[in-house]
């Protein structure tokens, strides 16, 4: 069975030309999970190795970036020859015993999770790329079992492509900066095993070379070996330096340092194309846009939205709260509104990037709902809204948000929509009791609504939630 396959997938290689290997699916039983399942047997769930395994697996799971399709799940397998970990087309990461064992062997418990969590983070990269290039090279067959003299030539023809693509080295190195950041998004200590543990790069660099299908066993001082740890290790000091500016980046933005918030996220970019990294790129120039907005449209807000910008690579907080007038036409400065126009498509243009990048990303979608309520579009901020609502229903600023969207789209059709948007409004409250933007926003509606009671009694608690808000400074009545 196993030379049939190969055979098929040898034919496949010599079909297509090498750079367009990676772009084709794989097929045939060992693309999937259950084939692996049955050939070798898993390790126990009550494995202390397989739990520590899949501890860490979701832990980055959670951290990583996402695409549409097959849901990534962990297959350890209990094999102890060379460690190996692959990432197959059905969203099956494997990862033998040896492998665990390699990063279980540190010295320390949190340096072994880091490096584990590395090792995941590198193989879920592979997945979120479509990096299945591995099935060709690896899967196809097992190099220790070939002894057929034309199964011998093939396998041959397979090792000198391997070696001709410099697109596969190009696909491991990107999947080693992704491993690395998706680690460190989960918590892990990367830094670490990057400063102190050479000889697990090292072990890594072999377990992944193109020339393991010779059979030959490498030491440590192997060129090809040497030079592969060495970049491994330099291309992750250059993401970590990143990450130090990523953060810095978010401390511009709370500070609306905004250019320079723009600097340091472009440059995290260059790196990682990482979706809160867009998602943040995209705040800034929302903020642009915003004060472009207010030069040629100045009247005292009266509402507010909530941006969510995250500030580190896997939390999400809400830290900056914009005031927005109802939109209204009329002449402006040609300068200010063409400013305005180019901004807020550049900042939709991130955060759609960054939904993209992660089809589960709540924030990136609720800040493209307030791009479209600032361009006036308030039915498709309402979807918007109700978007980041299913990916994430205790998201406080998401309901306050489309409650502003819905009063907003009410106006423009001529309908009532004002129970819609006051169930949002305290579903909000809800969520996060005494929420500043929610309290304000109810204390306007009351008082459009001729209500002054109700009106008098959300500013009385939004004045002991937060005493010296910006709010205070706003007229909360008029149009």
Known sequence: MRSAIFTAVIALILVYPTNVIAQVLPRGPQSGGEYWRMEFSELSHDDKRSIIAHEVFDEVLSAADKKPGPTPQLVTLDEEGFPWARSLADGTILLTRGAIDICLSASTVDEAKARLAFVIGHELSHQINGDFWHFFFYQGVRPETVTDPEAKRTLDEVVKIARQTDSVITKEMRADQYGVIYASQAGYPVRKIVDND????????????????????????????????????????????????????????????????????????????????????????????????????????????????????RARKTVGKSPFNKLTSRLNPEDHKIRFLRYAQTAEGYFSEAARRDHTYSAARNNLGCVYFLKGESSSAVGEFGRAISLDPKSHEAYNNRAVAYLEMGNGLGVDLSGKALADLEKSLELKKEYPDALYNLAYFHKKRNEPEKSGEYMDRLKSVAPGSRFFTLETGGD
């Open 198 to 313: 050479i000889d697990f790069f090292t072990q890594w660099a072999k377990a992944t070379s193109p020339a393991l299908l010779e059979g030959v066993e490498y030491s440590s001082t192997h060129p090809g070996i040497k030079e592969r740890s060495a970049a491994i290790r330099l291309a992750l000091e250059r993401v970590m330096e990143k990450i130090e500016i990523f953060d810095k980046g978010v401390r511009a933005f709370k500070k609306a340092g905004y250019s320079v918030a723009k600097y340091y996220f472009e440059s995290f970019l260059s790196v990682y194309q990482s979706r809160e990294a867009f998602n943040n790129l995209g705040l800034v120039y929302y903020m642009m846009a915003l004060d472009e907005y207010f030069t040629f449209s100045p009247e005292s807000p009266h509402i507010a939205l909530s941006i969510i910008i995250d500030p580190s690579t």
